[in-house]
């Protein structure tokens, strides 16, 4: 009822208007119609505004530095299911290059995290066609380990790591079922408590932490050892990659001067 209460509320305003959107947003609003109404018409408006997710969707945006930053920010991959089936999104994000992230320019930001969601958002739409079900939400694995404590310190990085977070979760509400946070080393519990907050109430609550010695015993509550990579303690091995490479990328740097120079004459200094 609050589905079709939503979607007449926001007729005029374009827009998917498919049960599942409507739910999504009315989940990031705990079921209040009137404020996911708003919700969606200023989601709507930006994501039109900016034509980022129309783009990249129609393949009619140029992503090539897109496709250059991707192993270094963020390195991920969907792989597997959870115990749901639905899909497990891999996020080495203490692999991730930092200083890139300092560096990079904001509005270039912005528009990956659109790129990035897009392309998400599509294998979901082609879990669900072959599932023959709504595939609705995700599982997260956030995995830290490598993240130095002193990079996330530094004073620009927060700043840049919210506004990827923001994109998100304002403009396309309720793709993740959960997050699990793994490997996270001692010195960045901190850190990674106060990153957590640029998410929704709603969002921080689905957030579970694990050590390093207890990595497989969180995951394995929620998926098959069989979907989890060697290296974390599970089964999972592609060719001789016990991390499952080059399915879930391991960045071994920044990207290269020449593709930072394309980044800032493209972008400039924002």
């Known amino acids: 009822m609050k589905c079709r209460e939503l979607r007449e509320r926001v007729k005029n305003v374009r827009g998917a208007k498919d049960p599942i959107t409507m739910l999504r947003f009315l989940r990031a609003r705990q079921g209040s119609v009137s ?7 200023d ?3 930006w994501r039109e ?3 980022y997710e129309l783009g990249f969707r129609l393949n009619n945006k140029d992503d090539l530095l897109h496709r250059k930053v991707d192993s270094c920010w963020p390195p991920t991959a969907i792989l597997g299911k959870d115990y749901d089936g639905d899909p497990v999104y891999w996020n080495r994000m203490g692999l991730g290059n930092l200083d890139f992230l300092e560096k990079a320019p904001a509005d270039f930001l912005i528009q990956h995290e659109v790129y990035t969601i897009a392309r998400i958002m599509q294998a979901m739409e ?12 995700m599982t997260v694995v956030a995995d830290l380990g490598g993240l130095a404590a002193r990079n996330m310190s530094e004073k620009h990085v ?3 790591y919210k506004v990827c977070v923001r994109t998100l979760e304002d403009n396309f509400p309720e793709l993740v079922k959960r997050i699990i946070a793994i490997r996270v080393p001692r010195l960045a519990y901190t850190l990674w408590n106060i990153a957590s907050h640029f998410f929704d109430e709603g969002t921080r609550a689905k957030i579970q932490i694990a050590d390093g010695n207890n990595t497989m015993k969180v995951l394995s509550e929620f998926m098959d050892p069989k979907w989890v990579p060697e290296a974390l303690g599970g089964t999972h091995r592609i060719n001789n990659s016990s991390w499952c490479k080059p399915c879930i990328p391991s960045p071994t740097g920044p990207p290269s001067p020449e593709t930072m120079r394309s980044l800032d004459s493209t972008f400039g200094d924002t």
Do not use: D, L, V
């Open 35 to 41: 404020s996911a109404a708003k919700m969606y018409q």
């Open 158 to 160: 927060f700043p840049r």
């Open 126 to 137: 082609e879990a669900s066609r072959m599932n023959n079900r709504p595939i609705m939400y």
């Open 43 to 45: 989601a709507m408006r």
């Open 49 to 51: 505004g900016t034509g």
